[in-house]
């Protein structure tokens, strides 16, 4: 074994032995492995198995693939300010039902981050049962949100539309790849807007996705795509709430509609309500849950996770399964610490 491979092999024992089992719902995981960011921005990567692939290489582990089956995802996603005046990004992801996995990346040329991911697009979906615990490896690039250390927060939702495939003659990238460059590479959400409109954007998974920005100071945005343009909604004024599920908010975007039921309500309460604590942004989140189980259909569709990120404090509160019993406090300064809160 040559000396690269042995020190990429030291980190991933030491990356798999941070693996824990937080309750029957989530799993944490700090994460030491080169994943080499610059190298797949420079690639050319677009798909779920060239990411695969391109990790396959960087990690030099065979073993580890990526879910490439088709999303049918739901989503809702705000931001507010708390009465002290702390930034807040609250975000549901809905999607087939499984586990979910908290991850910190320490890159050496980048922000550190604490982001979520559905470990079903790692095939990995019950870390009690799995006998290739290589397949988390791919966490870095199968995160749909997160926050950095600079407080800058994103999330991911998808859309009804068809996928972006555009051709600008930017050097091509993909939806968690984006996810993953903003966290790493971006302060705030000017930083973030100027990052993706670098690159030239090929959705994954057979679906269209819009992206939640938030950071600290308080701006936020949604970037979307629309007959292959990138567009960018922004505030209108300073303290203003965006509200963001699973159509086009750009005038003129037209897709297949879901979550207007969703929107509305997070936008009603948000006019009563234009301050609200994190457990207040946790209830309005707990109030637009999704639990859908089709009778032609094997699978479920829920709210996997809530998660409130404070851009202010670059913290965390979750909740998974839809277990609204279990609030844990995350930090990014503290891998592996979760504290539940009362």
């Known amino acids: 074994m040559n000396a690269e491979k042995a020190a990429a092999r030291k980190k991933r024992d030491k990356t798999l032995s941070s693996l824990t089992e937080l309750d029957e719902h989530i799993c944490l995981l700090d994460y030491?492995?080169?994943?080499?960011?610059?190298?797949?921005?420079?690639?050319?990567?677009?798909?779920?198995?060239g990411l695969?692939?391109?990790?396959?290489?960087?990690?030099h582990s065979p073993k580890l693939i990526a879910n490439p089956l088709a999303g049918h995802g739901g989503c809702s996603a705000f931001n507010v300010r708390t009465p002290d005046g702390k930034v807040l990004m609250g975000r549901n992801f809905d999607y087939k039902e499984a586990r979910v996995l908290v991850v910190w990346t320490h890159p050496e040329t980048g922000y550190k981050s604490m982001a979520v991911c559905n470990q079903n697009h790692m095939i990995y979906a019950d870390v009690r049962k799995s006998r290739r615990p290589l397949r988390i490896l791919g966490a870095p690039y199968a995160s749909m949100d997160g926050i950095n250390e600079k407080g800058l927060a994103c999330a991911i939702l998808e859309l009804l539309g068809k996928p972006t495939k555009q051709k600008n003659g930017n050097p091509p990238f993909t939806t968690t790849v984006a996810l993953r460059g903003i966290l790493d590479k971006c302060a705030t959400v000017d930083e973030a807007v100027?990052?993706?409109?670098?690159?030239?954007?090929?959705?994954?998974l057979g679906a269209c996705y819009h992206y939640f920005l938030t950071d600290a100071s308080g701006q936020s945005a949604v970037v979307e795509y629309m007959d292959n343009k990138m567009y960018v909604y922004r505030q209108t004024k300073p303290d203003e709430s965006l509200k963001l599920?699973?159509?086009?908010?750009t005038e003129g975007g037209k897709c297949k509609e879901k979550g207007?039921?969703?929107?509305?309500k997070i936008e009603c309460t948000l006019n009563k309500n234009p301050v609200l604590t994190e457990n207040e942004a946790m209830s309005l989140l707990r109030s637009v849950e999704?639990?859908?189980?089709s009778r032609y259909k094997i699978y479920m569709i829920a709210t996997s996770w809530s998660a409130v990120y404070n851009c202010t404090d670059r913290s965390m509160m979750l909740c998974a399964g839809r277990d609204y019993t279990k609030k844990y406090r995350l930090s990014l300064d503290e891998p592996l610490k979760a504290v539940l809160m009362e």
């Not at 695969?52 to 990690?59: D, E, H, N, P």
């Not at 207007?260 to 509305?264: I, V």
């Not at 999704?290 to 189980?293: A, D, G, I, P, W």
């Open 245 to 249: 599920t699973n159509f086009y908010i």
């Open 52 to 59: 695969a692939r391109f990790l396959q290489k960087v990690i």
């Open 32 to 49: 030491h492995c080169h994943y080499d960011l610059e190298g797949i921005l420079s690639s050319g990567v677009t798909s779920m198995f």
């Open 194 to 204: 100027a990052f993706m409109e670098k690159y030239e954007m090929h959705d994954l």
């Open 290 to 293: 999704v639990y859908f189980r």
């Open 260 to 264: 207007r039921d969703r929107y509305e």
